[in-house]
């Protein structure tokens, strides 16, 4: 726990302009990663996972986004200046991305072996016949069956998990330090899910890469994180080690997000969803954004932002309550300890 | 080249919270195609209406010692071959324009939006069948076959007009089509059916006007396209027959002294471009407006 | 894919017949003697006129003139031009090399200026080049295509001087030199649709999920715009190129007669304005047949650009 962080994201700030107001999509979010750690970032949809994890390679269309404050710290090196074309260098090489549906993200009129491929010759500088056997290798190691069969094959005759699968090899072509995947999952069926997830945490273990996890559900950060950030409207509201945020909880909405996840081992106890909706981001609510679907609520919530506050070891919360209320969940959850 | 590849890739979007008409309204003030295309088409109106008044000149009687008489002295645009004033002749040409035009809209709709409602409801084959025989016809140019009915039964604009007029109807009935197909299964129809209307009123008082905003942008366009093929006609000579003024035969009779006096095909052609891009404008910007759809820029 | 080329045979070809049938039936059906009006003005004797009618098979019942017709077509006869006495076969394969190489060079030009400008207006959205871009379409889409032709005629022939305006020249270089101004006039016109649906196709192709994909991999903008974007793009415009075929149609016969040039559309020109029916019966139907063929190769090029109609299913 003594490394230095591969990546610091630093108070960032990002704002989305529209016809009429500006949006706060990312509203201060101070987040690291260290070397080989899978960090999950949860959220609901508009909490500002996904435009946090994009800023990381620059790749929110900037207008209509607009850098409001903040920086982006990879290896000390402050990615929100870096020149275009070294950022070009840098993603897909250092830092990778997957994303949620491969059927969208994959360019239907290239093989997946060119794809694939593609990457790896514009990183390694090998030419085609190299860069096939490589592929090769790849497909074989995040476990496509028949690979060359699958080489010359289209997105669209692939199966979803096989997809996800070729989207995994694309972006671990140049072994990336740190792999970003955003909602890798959630476009899956069920039981592949659970492959992929287990593809990835093997993959990490071989590889020892960073991840960090994007995802709205608790269920999938179970799997495979180490630690885990809450977010909730732009903002991060609670970071802990994985066992301690399901343990101790100390902050409503992870509390409300915890709840709100059906239990089929439990059949006496019923989801609860967190009541209200997510605030209106060009205009959100004075003092602590969640305060109008909060239980807790009280006028200091509605006056004052909670700044974060230590609860416990590397365990943070925002709330003005975190540490002295105690949070308890209709049902405990655990992280399976496969994964350790 | 500085080019942000990742700020295409945000479709811009519009966000309007009003109530139908004045969304309606606000779009078509909004819109410049919608205004500009209406500006012009209502100013062809007016000059075709009040040709006689407006018009200097008689179109059809030339000075022949003022033959190819540039621009000024007594004639704003020049005269041509037989001395007659060009801008007289534009003025009366554009009644002859939107005439022949609005002949051929006519026509076509007329026959086209029973046509595509009648496809709609009978559905199987017959459908099918007039679908597909449409969908062909689509892409064959109206103007190869309107030769084919010169070459048979001879020059003038009447004819032509009726040629192009049938040659138009899969241009609407496919439209009328599709849209009665969607009113069918309305609700509101369906509603109308259980209380024992009739199908004819079902027609008249559901299905057509829903089809009004459709036609009337198809009307726009295939106004446009109308105008360009019978100016087609009128300038190889099948079409409109001297001496009425018409933009087409004009521009045939300036091709031929282009050399020395240019005035005058340029004066017919500009005009052609005019009108033929007010009604384009016209047409793509109602789209704009009254396509639920908002068109993504 | 042989497939793909036989199911839309089968469906172009009823269409081709419905044409050539129109056309077949719509000179019986005037009214008056269609002998006397293939004559035209002309004095004529009694005995001719049957004789023109005996060759034409216009005393045979009706339906046995179509079957015959039919029969003659299938064996490639497109019957006798009446005023220049030669097989209309024989005159269309004079004159299709020059209307060959016009479409061909006009197809060329406009494809050299519609796709780079379309990519730009793309690329450079809301910019001056887009505005003046679409400008230009606009304006030269609401011309028509003769009026272009003049307006060039004047520009460069007239006033400039650079090129020859009418006529098709010697041959070589010189038919080249000739046949510019009329290749540019078809070219832009066609360039000006080609570029707007060129923007937007650029457009939707480059909001698509997978060209995040391409930047997340580090790919550099121009490869992603031209390897990923416009290939995806290049979908839409190719369906648009074949129906742009009967506009390409119609305005090289436009631009024939514009610059004076004698290729088919000249051809079908002079036998319209003189009601020589035959000729103008026969060349309609070659340009049917050829307006079927192009479509066909337009669904060729569509399976092979496109790989979800070559192969659509899971391997």
């Known amino acids: 726990m003594i490394s230095p962080p591969l990546l610091e994201i630093d108070d960032l700030r990002i704002s989305f302009a529209t016809r009429t107001n500006d949006v706060r999509a990312v509203d201060g979010v101070d987040l690291a990663i260290r070397p080989g750690e899978v960090l999950g970032l949860v959220g609901e949809s508009g909490s500002g996972k996904s435009v946090t994890a994009r800023s990381i390679m620059r790749l929110v269309p900037m207008p209509p986004g607009k850098l409001v404050s903040g920086r982006i710290l990879f290896h000390g090196l402050d990615l929100t200046s870096l020149p275009e074309r070294e950022m070009e260098e840098l993603r897909g090489s250092r830092i990778a991305m997957i994303f949620q549906d491969p059927m969208t993200f994959l360019n239907p009129l290239l093989t997946a072996g060119e794809q694939v491929s593609e990457a790896i010759r514009r990183h390694q500088g090998l030419d085609r016949i190299a860069a096939r056997d490589e592929v090769l290798r790849l497909f074989r190691e995040v476990g496509i069956p028949s690979p060359e069969l699958r080489y010359g094959a289209y997105p669209h005759q692939l199966s979803g998990g096989l997809r996800q699968r070729v989207m995994i090899a694309m972006a671990l072509s140049s072994r990336p330090e740190l792999l970003i995947a955003d909602e890798p999952t959630t476009a899956l069926d069920v039981t592949i899910q659970a492959q992929i997830l287990a593809l990835l945490r093997d993959l990490q273990h071989d590889y020892g890469m960073s991840i960090l996890l994007i995802t709205h559900d608790l269920g999938v950060i179970a799997e495979i994180c180490d630690r885990v950030a809450v977010m909730y409207a732009g903002r991060i509201v609670e970071k802990a080690p994985i066992d301690a945020l399901f343990d101790d909880p100390e902050h409503p909405y992870t509390l409300g997000l915890m709840n709100a996840i059906p239990r089929p081992d439990l059949p006496d106890v019923a989801p609860q969803p967190i009541e209200g909706s997510p605030p209106d981001m060009a205009h959100p609510p004075s003092g602590c954004p969640f305060h109008p679907r909060c239980p807790y609520r009280e006028q200091i919530c509605i006056d004052d932002l909670p700044r974060m506050r230590e609860v416990g070891p590397g365990h943070a919360a925002a709330c003005h309550f975190a540490g002295s209320v105690a949070f308890k969940p209709l049902a405990p959850m655990y992280a399976p300890a496969a994964h350790r | 080249m500085a080019v942000d590849v990742a700020a295409l890739a945000i479709p811009t979007t519009q966000e309007v919270v009003h109530s139908p008409w004045s969304m309606f309204w606000w779009r078509i003030r909004h819109n410049p195609k919608a205004i500009v295309g209406a500006v012009i088409v209502v100013l062809l109106l007016v000059v075709a209406i009040t040709a006689p008044v407006i018009a200097p000149h008689d179109p059809t009687d030339g000075e022949l010692a003022d033959s190819l008489a540039p621009p000024g002295q007594g004639y704003l645009l020049g005269a041509d071959k037989n001395g007659r004033d060009i801008l007289s002749r534009l003025i009366y040409g554009t009644r002859t324009a939107l005439g022949g035009a609005l002949m051929i809209v006519i026509i076509s709709e007329v026959i086209g939006v029973p046509i595509g409602i009648w496809a709609a409801y009978r559905g199987g084959w017959v459908d099918e069948t007039i679908t597909r025989v449409w969908d062909m016809l689509l892409a064959f140019p109206p103007l190869l076959l309107a030769f084919a009915v010169v070459a048979a039964f001879g020059p003038g604009l009447p004819k032509a007009a009726l040629a192009l007029g049938i040659l138009y109807v899969p241009f609407i009935a496919r439209v009328v089509r599709s849209v009665t197909l969607v009113q069918k299964e309305m609700a509101y129809t369906e509603a109308a059916r259980a209380l024992g209307y009739g199908q004819g009123r079902i027609i008249f008082r559901h299905i057509l006007p829903n089809c009004v905003s459709p036609i009337i942008v198809v009307s726009s366009i295939d106004f446009a396209y109308a105008l360009l093929d019978l100016a087609a006609l009128s300038y190889l000579g099948l079409g409109v027959q001297p001496p009425t003024p018409d933009w087409g035969t004009m521009l045939s009779e300036g091709q031929l002294v282009l050399l020395t006096s240019p005035h005058v095909a340029l004066a017919a052609g500009l005009a052609i471009v005019v009108a033929v891009l007010g009604f384009n404008l016209l047409g793509d910007g109602l789209r704009d407006v009254l396509d639920p759809r908002q068109a993504q820029r | ?315």
Not at chain 3, 104 to 133: E, K, M, Q, Y
């Open chain 3, 1 to 315: 894919m042989a497939r793909l080329i036989l199911t839309r045979l089968v469906t172009l070809i009823p269409l081709m017949f419905l044409i050539t049938s129109i056309v077949f039936f719509m000179v019986r059906f005037v009214p008056g003697d269609p002998a006397r009006i293939m004559v035209g003005g002309q004095r004529i004797s009694e005995q001719n006129l049957a004789n023109i009618r005996a060759q034409y098979r216009l005393d045979q019942p009706l339906l046995t003139q179509y079957r015959l017709w039919v029969g003659d077509l299938l064996s490639g006869n497109l019957g006798r031009s009446y005023r220049q006495r030669t097989e209309v076969t024989t005159l269309i394969v004079e004159r299709l090399p020059l209307t060959a190489k016009l479409s061909a060079f006009s197809f060329l030009l406009a494809l050299l200026i519609a796709l780079p400008l379309g990519v730009l207006a793309a690329v450079h959205r809301n910019t001056w080049i887009d505005v003046g871009a679409t400008i230009f379409a606009v304006l030269v889409a609401s011309s028509p295509v003769f009026f272009t032709g003049i307006l060039l005629i004047l520009i460069f022939s007239y006033t400039l001087g650079w090129l020859p305006a009418l006529g098709a020249g010697e041959g070589g270089l010189d038919t080249v030199k000739h046949l510019f101004l009329p290749a540019l006039t078809l070219g832009i016109s066609l360039a000006a649709i080609t570029t707007r649906v060129t923007r937007s196709s650029m457009v939707e192709a480059l909001t698509q999920d997978y060209i995040e994909t391409a930047r997340a991999k580090g790919l550099p903008a121009r490869i992603v715009i031209l390897k990923h974007a416009f290939r995806n793009a290049l979908i839409p415009i190719v369906t648009v190129f074949g129906l742009l075929f009967g506009f390409l149609i119609v305005g090289t016969v436009l631009v024939e007669h514009t610059f004076g040039l004698g290729g088919l559309g000249s051809l079908l020109i002079d036998a319209v304005q003189v009601r020589d029916y035959p000729v103008v019966q026969g060349a309609t139907v070659f340009i049917a047949g050829l307006f079927i063929l192009i479509n066909l190769l337009v669904d060729v090029l569509y399976a092979i650009i496109d790989p979800r109609v070559r192969f659509g299913g899971k391997a």
